[in-house]
């Protein structure tokens, strides 16, 4: 397994200060010289073998810490890509306040939806990143031509209404996510708004979801007898093309994350009867190498997933 390393920075976000900065951990594949430099700053050097390496920006759920994410990260950077999460404080719900991977609400609204990002900190994200990739240790390391946007819960739901929107967005994967709306911004109950994208996805789910059941009332349902919402906008709301279902039996909202029983909403969940976060990890891993290396190997990956998973596929014409 590659030698994964990781550093800090912060980007400007929209909002008020202090609420308007985003801190970001990106993690990528490292090589250790041993050198002095290294020794004194715990600064590596990226592996320039591979380099440059396509990126992943992951998006959290709303309360719960990047780091919370840390061995999902380091599972997918080390298949050859850099990683990049987020911690964001800013204005929740209600003039609350917590960590959020940033919306618009009025971009979601029924008079605006699809008309622009409902998460515009992805764009200051990647901008930053085009910074970064013009400065020591990691010049030149970064391909931001081949980006994959993911996230977990609400992440997940914002990269969903936002892909789109950026260009070089080339495939798009969530876990415990769906489109399904909030009435309290105006939608009829039930309604699943049509996904942003126009790339591959990959949607993941666990059948022990105790978040989305809990969060029913949210979007005018009864959570005890309803679809699941993360099936419906797979079936409902991608457009054509080379989409995968994934889901693991026994596994929970917090499947492919280390949850923090202080914050978030895993007092909801159900019990974690299977750890999604490995086979979730190399199904990931694997669905990026193919569509943003073009990786043969990988699509043998995918035709065969790891026995923990089920997996449904669409396959009409490439959108």
Same mark, same amino acid.
């Given at each position: ?87 964001? #404080? ?97 939608? =009829? ?31 005018? =349902? ?25 889901? #693991? ?28 976060? #490995? ?35 669409? =396959?009409?014409?490439?959108?």
């Amino acid at each position: 397994m590659s030698l994964i390393r990781s550093l800090w920075w912060s980007t400007r976000t929209d909002g008020e200060p202090p609420f308007d900065t985003a801190h970001l951990k990106i993690y990528y594949p490292a090589i250790a010289t041993g050198d002095d430099a290294e020794r004194l700053t715990g600064v590596f050097a990226p592996d320039l073998a591979g380099a440059p390496y396509p990126v992943v920006v992951f998006l959290s759920g709303v309360n719960v810490g990047q780091d919370a994410y840390r061995r999902f990260a380091t599972a997918v950077a080390a298949s050859g890509f850099v990683v990049v999460t987020m911690d964001r #404080v800013a204005e929740l719900f209600g003039g609350q306040r917590g960590l959020t991977p940033g919306v618009d609400l009025d971009a979601a609204r029924p008079d605006a939806y699809g008309t622009r990002p409902t998460c515009p900190t992805i764009g200051a994200v990647l901008d930053s990143l085009a910074e970064l990739n013009e400065l020591p240790p990691l010049r030149g390391a970064l391909d931001l031509d081949r980006i994959a946007l993911g996230g977990h819960s609400a992440g997940g739901t914002v990269v969903l209404q936002s892909a789109r929107y950026f260009p070089s967005v080339a495939a798009v994967f969530a876990w415990g996510a769906h489109t399904m709306v909030a009435t309290m911004l105006g939608w =009829e109950p039930g309604t699943v708004l049509p996904a942003q994208v126009s790339c591959p996805v990959l949607l993941g789910v666990g059948t022990n979801d105790g978040v989305i059941r809990g969060s029913a009332d949210r979007y005018g =349902e009864d959570g005890a007898d309803r679809p699941d919402p993360v099936r419906r906008t797979f079936t409902e709301a991608l457009p054509p093309g080379d989409h995968l279902l994934a889901v #693991v039996p026994g596994a929970n909202h917090f499947g492919i994350a280390d949850a923090d029983p202080t914050a978030a909403r895993a007092f909801l969940d159900g019990p974690a009867d299977t750890d999604a976060l #490995v086979p979730f990890a190399r199904l990931t891993a694997a669905f990026l190498r193919a569509h943003l290396r073009g990786d043969p190997e990988a699509k043998t990956v995918l035709a065969e997933p790891d026995s923990d998973i089920r997996l449904t596929r669409r =396959e009409e014409t490439t959108c």
